[in-house]
């Protein structure tokens, strides 16, 4: 008796099929393998303000501090920078973490702990989509953020709302 010619066998083969396919959509596991490196040099120094005093550092570092691993192993640092003309970046370096099928940079106001969901749970401002698992990269953060409640960055996969790693601004 040959198998394929039962119709169960071939609805089982495309729910399998379907199964399989949505699987692969959700977790992207090729992504545990691909690397995607940026090597963005330190922001640009405009022109300082009308309003900055005389002789004002270059850029300011306000706070910063070191990527704690989650859900990935993750390493690297993190730096809140003024820049002369007033406008704050956070400025992430030797970053090594998996790559991810939906990550994000977000500042947050959750302390950074061991618990991989935390760091969404509360106020967050995302700064963009992460550009790259690997290296260094600059992300603009809006005038109106609050840093003296934003105390933390998190690398956020927004598809399964986890942190990869995250880090104490302080």
């Known amino acids: 008796m040959n198998l394929f010619r039962k119709p169960v066998t071939w609805v089982v083969a495309v729910l399998a099929a379907v199964v399989l396919s949505i699987g692969l959509y959700l977790f992207q596991p090729w992504r545990l393998f691909t690397t995607v490196e940026v ?8 022109a300082p303000a009308a309003s900055a005093p005389a002789g004002a550092p270059a850029v300011q570092r306000l706070a910063g501090g070191r990527f704690r691993s989650h859900e990935h ?35 947050t106001d959750q302390p950074v702990t061991g618990d991989w969901f935390s760091v969404g749970k509360g106020r967050t401002l995302e700064l963009g989509h992460l550009k790259g ?6 992300y603009a953060i809006p005038a109106g953020a609050d840093l003296g ?13 986890v942190s990869f790693g995250a880090a104490a601004l302080a």
């Open 133 to 138: 698992n690997k290296g260094n990269a600059n």
């Open 73 to 107: 192993p993750t390493k690297g640092t993190a730096t809140i920078l003024r820049l002369p003309n007033g406008d704050r970046v956070l400025r992430i370096e030797n970053l090594s973490t998996s790559d991810g099928p939906d990550l994000r940079v977000w500042l």
């Open 39 to 46: 090597n963005e040099a330190l922001p640009a120094v405009p």
């Open 149 to 161: 409640v934003l105390k933390s960055v998190t690398i956020w996969c927004k598809r399964f709302s």
